[in-house]
Structure formats: C-alpha cells, structure tokens
C-alpha cells in the first residue's frame, strides 16, 4: 500500500469518528514514510502522521501527548494547520504562552482550511482573545459558510467580544443551518434579549418536549434537554416569568436524574464509613495524648 493510500485510509476512519481504529494505520505510516524521511513526499507523510497521531490523542483527552506528537510533526515539516491544532491543545491544558506562540507562527493570510482557522478562533477564544480570534473565524465562515460549528463559535468570540448584536446575527445562522443546535439556543437565550413582543418561548418549548419525548434518552439528547431546558429559563425569567422558568428547571432536572446510576443510599453508606474512621482517628489520637499514670 502507498503512502497516499494509507493517508487516505486514515483520512477516511477519522471522517468517521473512527479514531481508536486508525490509531495502528497512523503507525504504519509513520513507520513507512520514517524509513526515508529525505524525500519531500515521505517527509510530508511523516509530518502527517505525527499530526495525526496527534489529533487521536487530543480526541481521547490525552492533550500532553497530543502535542509532543504535533511539535513533532512541525520539527519534521512545519505547518499552519499544526500549530492551529497545537494552539488548541496548549489551550485546553492552560498553557497561554505556548498556545499564542504556536498562534503567532501561523501566517493566517496563508491559512486557507477553514477547519484549522476555526481551530485557532476557538484556542483565542479559550484563552481570552476573543478580539483576536475573530478574524479566524471570519476567514473560515468566508472559505465555507455551511458549518454551523463556525457560526456558534463566532457567536461565542462576538459576545465576550462585547459586540450581542452581531453574536445574535451568528447565533440565528448557526440555528438556520442546524436548528436543532441546543447551545446555540441556550447562547442566544443568554444574550437577555427576550421582550414579550419578541421571543423563542415556543420555539424552545417544543423543542424540549420534543427531545424529552424521545425514547430511550442517550447522553447527547439528555444534554440537549437541559441546554433547552436553561435557555426557556432564560427566556421566561426576562420576562419575569419566575415560577414558570423555576418549574422548566425542575422537570429537565428530573431527566436528567432519572439518567443516572445514582443512589442515595451510597452516600449515605459513604459518609457513615467516614465518620466512622474519622472518630476511632480521633478517640486514638486523644488516647495517646493522655497522661500516662
């Protein structure tokens, strides 16, 4: 197999989600393409693989070794789209100066994947440059305007920005191109702008009955049901629908209750055994500082 054939390959699993099963295709790669990494195409494919790798262990939470494996990659061939990807990783760990170090490599009028100029929006943004992050943004929404993830992320960037008007504009066209988009329902929602005259009460109300109608309620749709569930809140609290917004809250809770392998009676079993240890602790500790007689 070439090595474009098993770039592709590895393309395709993680177009799919399939991350675990490209991991051992990302190491052949990089193990074929290393054998003569002095060629530009190998030294691409290497670079490639290091990134990759990369990517799957960003995917699966393991953010240190993510970006070992991309710093890699860019000390065989570096490139934008890496220290997008790096940016986010160093982000998501805290690391501020290595994250707007990785940034200021990027030459974004170079930059022409909109998943990678999203990429190094979102790492500003995380770290407080929400200034910073929109141009990355707007090129990316530029390249391709099809991606709701785009305009949600935008939104996000406009609010701490300080500019709602035009974090609402990129909300709107985040739910017309998905409008089922609960964060982006709940963001909207948090602007404050609801009146009696104009709000998504009926609109959120529908779309938290629909989801909480749904059988056998994965994860995601539980999330959605209390992203809806907070935004109607919102909503019903601008308009100083107290009790109401209290009553939303309540039954998405009991959802989300109702979920989860959780019982009291745990806990309850939990505390006793610490309190338990904690007073033979303390009798022992209080019999050792007695007086001998």
Known sequence: MTLEQQHHRVLGLINQNQWIEAHPHIVNLIRQAGADEAAAKRRYFHAEGYFLLGMVNAEIGQFNKATQCIEQANTILRRDEYDAYLAKCYALLGDTNLAMQAIDRIDMKQLLEPNALDTAGVSLSRIGFHDHALPYFEKAIG???????????????????????????????????????????????????????????????????????????????????????????????????????????VNAKAVKAATLNYSIDADKALFAAVRYTLSSQVKKSVSSDSPSR
């Open 143 to 249: 390249l391709n305007n099809t991606r709701y993830q785009y305009f949600y992320n935008y939104g996000m960037s406009l609010k701490f920005a300080g500019q709602f008007s035009a974090a609402k504009t990129a909300y709107d066209k985040a739910l017309a191109l998905y409008p089922q988009h609960a964060p982006s329902h709940f963001a909207l929602a948090d602007l404050g702008q609801a009146t009696e005259q104009h709000n998504n009460i009926e609109r959120l109300e529908t779309l938290l009955a629909d989801a909480t109608n749904q059988e056998g309620l994965s994860g995601k749709v539980v999330d959605d049901v209390m992203h809806y569930a907070h935004a109607l809140a919102l909503e019903l609290q601008q308009l100083k629908r107290h009790e109401d917004a209290f009553t939303v809250l």
